[in-house]
């Protein structure tokens, strides 16, 4: 009886809490897949116009290619966040916001590995076109219809979210596994369950979950809501927790 009552207990404790951390795995997952929230590898920088207009804007990019610095920085609330590059394939020219640690791995002559995220600047395209005018000594004409306005913006790739929700899945997924066989283990062994306490009680927990068990089959003197009295304990049962102390002497 008194270990029906353990299992009561744990059926409505546990279950709102499985609930919650499959709510919190449900909207994580529902999240992963909009598309702001996915990266997708972007092997041609050709298709940069196609995956902007389908909202594929997280962008992972590997590719052994010849940024040159336009000599403009990119700030956001007057800190350098990153600068601006731009790389040339013969026909058309691309346009980059690297962060600091990226540049400097430029420097050091390496290939580009970055996610970064394309946003829609005119005005930024407009300021490095006439510098890399300046840099081949071309009148503009020459570059219309071959700059892109689309820059691979590094900085405002959405990384700390990405990861943020990537994370709470997994931390949601994790607790419900501990709680399942937390749930298994206290069924199987109630002496752990922790919604049970005893008060002023010397035996073990286990030796007095027997004891009661069989006070409540077979000595029940009164109940009264929550309060169950046997011979020898006061049981009170609430929902969230269970309290048992022995039973004052007449």
């Known amino acids: 009886m008194f270990k029906k009552l353990l299992l009561r207990n744990l059926i409505f404790m546990f ?22 929230n996915q990266t997708y590898e972007l092997t041609n920088l050709s298709d940069i ?7 594929k804007r997280n962008v ?13 920085d990119y700030s956001v609330d007057n800190e350098i966040k990153g600068h601006y590059y731009y790389y040339t394939d ?10 600091n640690d990226t540049s400097d791995q430029i420097k050091r002559g ?9 946003v829609y600047d005119e005005a930024s395209s407009e300021l ?12 503009e004409a020459s570059l219309d219809g071959y700059f892109e306005n689309i820059i ?3 900085p405002e790739y959405p990384e700390r979210r990405i990861m943020f929700i990537e994370y709470t899945g997994l931390a949601a997924v994790c607790l419900i596994i501990i709680t399942i066989i937390y749930l298994i283990i206290t069924v199987l ?18 030796k007095l979950i027997k004891k009661l068990d069989s006070e409540m089959k077979n000595r029940v003197v009164s109940v009264n809501g929550a309060d169950i009295i046997t011979d020898n304990y006061i049981i009170k049962a609430h929902i969230s927790h269970i309290k048992v102390k022995k039973r004052p002497a007449d």
Not at 15 to 36: G, M, N, R, W, Y
Not at 110 to 118: D, F, G, H, M, P
């Open 15 to 36: 279950i709102p809490i499985l609930i919650i951390e499959a709510s919190f795995v449900f909207i994580c997952t529902e999240l992963k897949i909009l598309d702001k």
């Open 152 to 154: 691979i913006n590094q």
């Open 128 to 139: 490095i076109k006439s510098e890399y005018l300046d840099y081949i000594n071309k009148g």
């Open 90 to 99: 013969g026909s058309f020219v691309y346009l980059f916001v690297i962060n």
């Open 110 to 118: 390496e290939s580009l590995s970055i996610n970064a995220t394309l």
């Open 60 to 72: 992972s990019i590997n590719a052994d290619i010849d940024l040159i610095y336009s000599g403009f």
């Open 189 to 206: 062994c109630p002496q752990y369950n922790i919604l049970f306490s005893s008060k002023g009680i010397s035996c073990s927990r286990k």
């Open 49 to 55: 116009d196609m995956f902007y207009k389908i909202n």
